[in-house]
């Protein structure tokens, strides 16, 4: 296998004469070095001073650093400008077979052979394909994560300490107050992507997160996540259907249960090279074990766009519709808001991710309540992730945080609060 994947690096001769920059980076990457050609390569792409041979030498030194999509991706480029490139079509069966997709693989490959190659490489290709079907595929991945947050507020503890009811004024106690403390977060996750034929498959997942506070146990949670459903790729558009099921245990001594059943079908279509859309809804019930009273149904709508800067940035905004019907009336609400994301690849190790989000949550009063108003939440959010792969041993180190401003008409609920967390993740 290992001369087949010598046999399929490509000279950069290929091209025809190179910039300085290309030749520099060529020279770097038969030294190894690839990060530093990389470096050089993506700040000639940036400028859009490039030419094939540049988007060539990108490809390769992201496949050489083991980032196989970011490869694909630069050799999708050259090829839509220049689709008789057969050579370059073999580098990307290969990157595309160390991304363990290996009908993608095979599909590169036979557009070679349709093409009548000299014979000697007609040879290396069916050898490369009979390894292919060798190879076992993995369908499948995992993901298991562990870390520590500080939280300033967790029980959502009002910023007022006195608040007013039955035209009344009321101090709180002290459990009623907001409380900080820090928690233990583990997490695991496994996935598995089944393909049925071409355009559809079957999708299913499993997730369990544990949050353990030191000292507020009562606030502790274990939430289970499984999904399932099927996959159906048409044209240019990807449609999700999963089935979702949730169950929740909140608390340490006394525990608190509820479970959450969702339909959540998911539609995305490329509308361009650079912009996607993102048709997201979610038709969901909740259960109380213990509260019965409170159960609820919830409908939730969440268009929104993307775009693609470059490959290593986008940016999303979208919006978001939900209305939720409780058995207690109280509960029972219509939200309306707008969000806002973006993603950066800085370096091939380091990325990092932000979001905001601004709404508008009306609750409807059908019963007396200890309140003169029907009570309107205006909730701000603010989250930014920051990612670090440690290569020598494929862990992520992971930096976050998060701020919400919940601003009510009704005193009780008006709160502030802010989480933030170390933590280390490993893939499988």
């Known amino acids: ?52 041979q540049t988007l060539f030498l990108l490809g390769v030194s992201a496949s050489k650093s083991g980032d196989n999509t970011l490869a694909i991706s630069y050799f999708q480029e050259l090829l839509a400008s220049n689709p008789s490139l057969h050579r370059v079509r073999l580098e990307m069966a290969v990157a595309y ?8 693989a095979k599909e590169q490959l036979l557009k070679v052979k349709e093409s009548n190659p000299p014979e000697e490489v007609l040879k290396k290709i069916d050898t490369f394909l009979a390894a292919i079907d ?7 991945n995992a993901r298991v994560g562990y870390g520590f947050m500080h939280d300033t507020n967790v ?9 007013e009811m039955f035209n009344q004024t009321f101090l709180l106690n002290q459990d009623a107050k907001k409380r900080s403390d820090n928690a233990q977060v583990v997490n695991a996750s496994f996935n598995i992507l089944e393909p ?33 459903g099927p996959t159906f790729r048409i ?36 509308i361009t090279n650079n912009l996607i859309a993102i048709l997201e809804s979610r038709y969901l019930k909740k259960h109380f074990y213990m ?29 978001d519709f939900a209305e939720e ?28 991710f932000a979001q905001a989000s601004y709404s508008l949550n009306r609750y409807y009063k059908e019963q007396d309540t200890p309140f003169d108003d029907e009570r309107r939440d205006v909730v701000t959010n603010a989250f930014i992730n920051a990612s670090c792969n440690i290569k020598p041993i494929e862990v992520d180190l992971i930096f976050s945080a998060s701020y919400t401003d919940n601003n009510s008409n009704i005193d009780l609920y008006e709160y502030r609060r802010r989480q933030y967390s170390v933590s280390v993740s490993k893939g499988f």
């Open 196 to 228: 049925l034929n071409n355009s559809v498959a079957f999708q299913g997942g499993v997730s369990v997160s544990n949050t353990d506070y030191l000292d507020e146990h009562d606030f502790d949670t274990l939430n289970t996540l499984l999904s399932a």
């Open 325 to 352: 019907e409780s058995e207690n009336d109280i509960l029972s609400n219509k939200s309306r808001g707008i969000n806002a994301s973006a993603y950066w690849g800085i370096t091939q190790s380091l990325n990092l």
């Open 97 to 104: 077979f160390n991304n363990r997709e290996s009908d993608k």
């Open 155 to 163: 029980n959502a503890g009002p910023i007022q300490k006195q608040v």
């Open 235 to 270: 044209s240019n558009a990807v449609l999700d259907i999963p089935f979702e099921y949730s169950y929740l245990i909140l608390g340490h001594s006394e525990k608190y249960f509820s479970y959450t059943s969702a339909l959540a079908p998911k539609l995305t279509v490329g």
């Open 1 to 52: 296998m290992k001369k087949i994947l010598c046999f399929l690096i490509i000279s950069v001769a290929l091209f025809g004469n190179a910039d300085s920059v290309n030749e520099e980076a060529a020279k770097l990457l038969n030294e190894g070095k690839n990060s530093e050609a990389m470096e050089i390569l993506e700040k000639l792409y940036e400028k859009g001073k490039y030419n094939e």
């Open 291 to 319: 509260n019965s009273t409170n159960d609820s149904k919830i409908a939730q709508f969440d268009p929104s766009l993307r775009y693609f800067l470059n490959k290593n940035l986008f940016i999303q905004a979208g919006a």
């Open 134 to 140: 060798k190879a076992p595929t993995k369908n499948w």
